[in-house]
């Protein structure tokens, strides 16, 4: 008799509790979901500005370090074959490093690709290097890359570019 009695004045309390709870948890998730909006509403433009900026620089960089854009862009007469090979590498790290605080804004996916051209057209002008002798003038260093480069290397900077232009997409920009 005492038994049931306790559980006619426990049942209720334990009910009230639970939806006490239940209540609490939604009010919170709304208060979440509402502070979210508000940060979205009044910084939403600035991290959609500072996004775009990042996709900007890394499709300039990735243009940049196509292997033709880079060869013709960075040969000069006066330089043999090593000369050339160490002022590419150092051209990509350099504009690579210029732009790494930028990836924060960026997919993972998307930097994942963006590093993996940086290393493949590195690859390519290393594998090319090897191929010439070190001493001669640095258009035979750069015609062979140019001659390579429609292997892996300009295919991952395609690649990643296209990413680049599908998370665009994706934001409803274009």
């Known amino acids: ?43 939403g433009s600035t991290i959609l500005t ?31 074959a090593f000369q050339l090979q160490n002022h590419l590498l150092r051209t990509i790290r350099t504009e690579f490093n210029h732009n790494m605080a930028m990836q924060i804004y960026i997919p993972s996916e998307t930097w994942e690709q963006i590093k993996k051209a940086r290393e493949e057209v590195s690859r390519l002008i290393n594998t090319s290097s090897t191929q010439v002798p070190p001493t001669v003038p640095s258009f035979e260093l750069g015609r062979r ?7 892996t290397a300009n295919q991952s900077v395609k690649k990643a570019l296209e990413n680049i232009r599908k998370n665009i997409d994706e934001m409803g920009i274009r």
């Not at 009695?5 to 948890?25: D, E, N, R, S, Y």
Request: no cysteine; hydrophobic share 50%.
């Open 1 to 43: 008799m005492q038994d049931s009695a306790i559980i006619w004045i426990t049942a209720p309390i334990a009910l009230v509790a639970i939806f006490t709870l239940i209540l609490v948890k939604w009010f919170l998730d709304h208060e979440s979901k509402k502070r979210r909006q508000d940060f979205l509403m009044n910084h």
């Open 50 to 80: 500072q996004r775009l900026q990042a996709f900007e620089r890394y499709a300039l960089f990735l243009e940049r370090i196509s292997p033709e854009s880079l060869v013709l862009r960075e040969q000069q007469k006066d330089m043999n």
């Open 145 to 151: 890359i140019i001659e390579d480069a429609g292997t």
